[in-house]
């Protein structure tokens, strides 16, 4: 008989509410989370920030329970904090004081004897790209460099859980880019499990699989992002060989709408109901052009949001 292999949740709780005075942040959040990488959507004032701090062990919930890595959300904090790295969205940072020792504090903080913290502090932003930076003070960083440096701190104690808050704020287009590909590559090569709370939908589609949607402290959905998108009805990725031009012209006239024609070879359409899949074929054969694929399309992460936002 094949060995059933169980994995641990990486996060699992279970009716966690959490008011500040008589406002309520989170309301009967329950949840389980599979390891990996995971984005945390919703909008200011959703619940994302409670949330982040209620896994830190930072603070208790009005009420519920939950683990986080196995271990409990209420009474196991400081071992948790110990296994998990926070970057905050805040700069967070000390003028004054040099990067690499930044870094190393960071490591300190978690109980990391001052010589084994500085010497991870090195081979962190060396991975990070900061190693000619490192003895700068901090006020001297980029902005670029003052998120990877914050970056940096969170993994100076090679942390099982990455909790990140919005990690590419402030960043130009290549800085962005370049964090993003540094965040898919702990997640990817090293295996780190990560937590990536932010309003850039964009950024979580590059990176994450999983997805956690809060809207106004309630929980609406979650699970692996493949799974909760949708078939977009009547909407079809088109590619082909040959000159476009009498093709596209024909589509239109039929009463389909061209959504996206950005490359030579290829469209996304969407066709009226009445629409068959042979009338592509039909088209195209008439207008000397093969097609080579045509593939129904789901809906983007940010359709996917409103989607289950509007049934909330």
Known sequence: MAAIMIVMALIELENVTHFYGAVCA?????????????????QNGAGKSTLLKILLGLIRPTSGRGTVLGLDILGQGLELRGRVGFMPEAESLIPGVRGVDLVALGGELVGMPRKQALRRAHEVLSYLGLEEARYRRCEEYSV?????????????????????????????????????ALLRALADRHGKSLILSTHLLGDIDRVCQQVVIVDRGALVSVGRIGDLRSKCRGRYRLRWH??????????????????????????????????????????STRHDLTLRDVVPQEEDLEELYHRVIRTN
Do not use: C, Y
């Open 26 to 42: 989170l309301r009967t959040v329950t949840l389980r989370v599979e390891p990996g990488a995971v984005g945390l959507i919703g």
């Open 144 to 180: 670029g460099m003052k998120q990877r440096l914050k970056l940096a701190a969170a993994l100076v104690h090679d942390p099982e859980l990455l909790l990140l808050d919005e990690p590419t704020a402030g960043l130009d287009p290549e800085g962005r880019e370049s964090m993003l």
């Open 242 to 283: 040959g000159q476009p031009a009498e093709f596209l012209t024909a589509l239109r006239t039929a009463g389909v709408n061209v959504l996206v024609n950005g490359r030579a070879d290829e469209a996304i359409v969407e066709v009226p109901q009445s629409w068959s899949l042979r009338s592509f074929f039909e088209l």
